[in-house]
């Protein structure tokens, strides 16, 4: 069965550093991934994702994330974070465009 | 830019009651979907819908569940006699044809008392 782990439910970061948030996917082949991101009161948007290729993803917002097969991971990076960037995000896999497992989220903080 | 709508934004309803909660895909979508999170839980599949029919469901889609789109614009889930354990956000996401992202709305919290 596919699963996906963030293992950091909670995360704080001062202002203009660097974020990594982590992802870890169970499922038996390479699966479709996704990271969305959902601000107090707004729907899941999509930050970016991941189908073949490149490993090495670009998204919307300065946001990045590298597929690692070896370590079944799909981590999301940002060089220097904002205040703006203080919300939830949700790894996602899937097998299809269909059906999506989530992670269950981990919360950004931002220090000024 | 076109969103995902859902109304309400907060449902409060007592237990054992129906509730129809709505959404509004983006208007050229065709497939549609619904997933719930439970206070402090991952987000969860519920139901896929394409060409008036159910696509897929999980196994918490049982038969208190049903969806349907009832005219061209909209997409609703009604829970036919809520439990307590139904109180969560419940999202609506939807995606083109030859599409690969789901757009989803804001979200309906759901409260059973």
């Known amino acids: 069965a596919q699963s996906v782990t963030q293992p950091d439910i909670h995360i704080t970061v001062s202002e203009g550093a660097s974020l990594e948030l982590r992802c870890n996917y169970s499922?038996?082949?390479?699966?479709?991934l996704f990271w969305y991101v959902q601000s107090p009161g707004q729907g899941l948007q999509l930050l970016l994702k991941y189908f073949s290729g490149d490993t090495l993803v670009q998204g919307i917002k300065g946001f990045e994330a590298e597929f690692k097969r070896s370590q079944s991971s799909f981590n999301l990076r940002k060089p220097s974070v904002h205040w703006s960037d203080a919300a939830e995000y949700f790894c996602?896999?899937?097998?299809?465009?269909?059906?999506?497992?989530f992670g269950s989220g981990t919360k950004l903080n931002v220090k000024p | 830019e076109p969103e995902v709508t859902q109304t309400p934004s907060h449902q409060v309803t007592q237990m054992g009651q129906e509730v129809i909660l709505r959404c509004v895909p983006i208007?050229?979508?065709?497939?549609f979907y619904w997933y719930r999170q439970i206070l402090g839980q991952k987000v969860e599949f519920l139901v896929s819908f394409y060409n008036n029919e159910i696509s897929e469901k999980s196994e918490i889609f049982d038969d208190q569940f049903s969806v349907e789109r009832p005219d061209g614009s909209n997409f609703t889930l009604k829970i036919r006699s809520t439990k307590l354990e139904d109180s969560a956000m419940y999202f609506c996401?939807?995606?083109?044809?030859?599409?690969?992202?789901?757009?989803f709305g804001p979200g309906t919290r759901l409260t059973v008392l």
């Open positions: 996602a896999v899937g097998a299809s465009f269909n059906k999506f497992y």
């Open positions: 499922y038996g082949a390479t699966p479709y």
């Open positions: 208007s050229n979508h065709l497939y």
């Open positions: 996401a939807s995606r083109g044809t030859g599409g690969n992202e789901q757009f």
